[in-house]
């Protein structure tokens, strides 16, 4: 895996992306938001080091993935008391958070040169 990922070093946005969806599968397993990014985090920098780029910048775009998609009713606890409930089904949950995957990858494309300026550029220098 490390081999393959790092392979997007030539074109850093497309490693962040894997990383993100990475981390979205993930999520879908391991549903504490903590336990998810105690067990990502090791591995992104593992990967941002191996390609080159800035693990704290990769780290953070990690981190808002994990905590902004939610694909599945049982990820959260509030999500899961409100689907038992009825007040939305799976497929909501799952809509919802296809448009929070968007969202999450544009922002964080976006981001990033401004994550520059302030001194976290995300190629090492």
């Known amino acids: 895996m490390l081999a393959r990922l790092s392979?997007?070093?030539a074109t850093p946005i497309l490693l962040i992306v894997a990383l993100i969806m990475a981390a979205v599968l993930v999520h879908l397993a391991v549903t504490n938001l903590a336990a998810c990014i105690?067990?990502?985090l090791p591995i992104n920098v593992s990967v941002a080091t191996a390609a080159g780029l800035n693990?704290?910048?990769t780290g953070l775009a990690l981190?808002?993935?994990?905590?902004?998609?939610?694909?599945?009713?049982?990820?959260?606890?509030a999500n899961l008391m409100?689907?038992?409930a009825g007040y939305f089904s799976r497929a909501d949950v799952a809509k919802m958070g296809l448009g929070m995957m968007v969202l999450t990858l544009a922002v964080v494309v976006?981001?990033?040169p401004?994550?520059?300026m302030l001194g976290l550029p995300l190629?090492?220098?």
């Not at 981190?63 to 606890?77: E, G, K, M, S």
């Open 82 to 84: 409100a689907y038992e």
């Open 63 to 77: 981190t808002i993935a994990v905590d902004a998609v939610i694909l599945y009713p049982v990820q959260t606890a």
């Open 7 to 9: 392979s997007f070093a």
């Open 110 to 112: 976006l981001v990033t």
């Open 114 to 116: 401004y994550w520059a």
């Open 38 to 40: 105690a067990l990502l």
């Open 123 to 125: 190629r090492m220098q």
């Open 55 to 57: 693990p704290v910048v």
